[in-house]
């Protein structure tokens, strides 16, 4: 990233997160972050990891919250006036809804999934948009349960559909102001939140033995993908789910 990109974060919980390894990577190439904490009980890690990039101060952002929102967007067009990127890695359900039947999923507890997971996207955009002056890329994560049913994904397989049309959705909107929309796919790795609770290793085993490269993903392959998707060497790609397994979507 030779021309100093700035960046927002959003979803860093520890160090064994997907968005710090995304950060990390964006740090390694010259971008310069800000980046949000969910809470005050995540306050601390979050605190310690952005000192080492050098992303100070930490913005507070529950993306239930519109007035925090507006608060962080408010806060980069203060200190840069303009940005280039933001990056979203957060999902959300209860979890008596993520643990359950699909079909036993609460009306609330699906909204709120959607809201966290999905609709925040669309309104992080919205926010984004008039601050990406020279274009830019918006980032998400998904998962290969949005595409095919995975056991134990439950209702969070319809939620990363929904985030992945909005992905193609927001890309035909925002691309006459020449703001890129992607998501990234990652298979299973061991990062804070497990997309199948209670059975991550055995996941873990057949995805590696599937695999054709016979191994799990890292979180720094992971960071690497993203840092190439917010740059402009990936400039030419919009609207697409991009997986990062090993080749393990490509077998079927």
Same mark, same amino acid.
């Given at each position: 990233? @030779?021309?100093?990109?700035?960046?927002?974060?959003?979803?860093?919980?520890?160090?064994? /997160?997907?968005?710090?390894?995304?950060?990390?990577?964006?740090?390694d190439?010259?971008?310069?972050?800000?980046?949000?904490?969910?809470?005050?009980? @995540?306050?601390g890690?979050? $605190?310690?990891?952005?000192a080492?990039i050098?992303?100070?101060?930490?913005?507070?952002?529950?993306? +239930?919250?519109?007035?925090?929102?507006?608060?962080?967007?408010?806060?980069?067009?203060?200190?840069?006036?303009?940005?280039?990127?933001?990056?979203?890695?957060?999902?959300?359900?209860?979890?008596?809804?993520?643990?359950?039947?699909? @079909?036993?999923? /609460?009306? /609330?507890?699906?909204?709120?999934?959607?809201?966290? &997971?999905?609709?925040?996207?669309?309104?992080?955009?919205?926010?984004?948009?008039?601050?990406?002056?020279?274009?830019?890329?918006?980032? +998400?994560?998904?998962?290969?349960?949005?595409?095919?049913?995975?056991?134990?994904?439950?209702?969070?397989?319809?939620?990363?559909?929904?985030?992945? &049309?909005?992905?193609?959705?927001?890309?035909? $909107?925002?691309?006459?102001?020449?703001?890129?929309?992607?998501?990234? &796919?990652?298979?299973?790795?061991?990062?804070?939140?497990?997309?199948?609770?209670?059975?991550?290793d $055995?996941?873990?085993?057949?995805?590696?033995?599937?695999?054709?490269?016979?191994?799990?993903?890292?979180? $720094?392959?992971?960071?690497d993908?993203?840092?190439?998707?917010?740059?402009?060497?990936? /400039?030419?790609?919009?609207?697409?789910?991009?997986?990062?397994?090993?080749?393990?979507?490509?077998?079927?």
């Amino acid at each position: 990233m @030779t021309d100093a990109l700035k960046g927002l974060v959003i979803g860093i919980a520890n160090e064994d /997160s997907i968005a710090w390894a995304c950060a990390r990577a964006f740090h390694d190439r010259g971008a310069h972050l800000i980046v949000t904490c969910q809470n005050e009980q @995540t306050r601390g890690a979050v $605190e310690d990891l952005a000192a080492r990039i050098g992303a100070e101060p930490v913005l507070p952002l529950d993306v +239930t919250s519109e007035a925090q929102m507006d608060a962080v967007f408010a806060a980069i067009a203060d200190k840069w006036g303009r940005f280039d990127f933001l990056l979203h890695s957060i999902a959300y359900a209860p979890p008596a809804d993520l643990l359950g039947e699909l @079909t036993n999923a /609460s009306g /609330s507890g699906f909204a709120i999934a959607m809201d966290v &997971s999905c609709h925040s996207l669309i309104r992080l955009a919205k926010r984004a948009r008039p601050l990406m002056k020279n274009g830019g890329a918006i980032l +998400t994560m998904s998962y290969y349960g949005a595409e095919k049913v995975m056991p134990h994904y439950n209702l969070m397989g319809p939620v990363k559909a929904a985030l992945e &049309s909005s992905v193609r959705y927001l890309a035909w $909107e925002l691309g006459p102001s020449d703001i890129r929309v992607n998501a990234l &796919s990652p298979g299973p790795v061991r990062s804070r939140v497990s997309p199948h609770p209670g059975r991550f290793d $055995e996941i873990m085993q057949e995805d590696v033995f599937r695999t054709p490269l016979h191994r799990a993903i890292t979180l $720094e392959q992971i960071g690497d993908v993203a840092a190439f998707m917010v740059s402009p060497l990936a /400039s030419g790609i919009n609207g697409q789910v991009i997986h990062v397994d090993n080749g393990f979507t490509a077998i079927g």
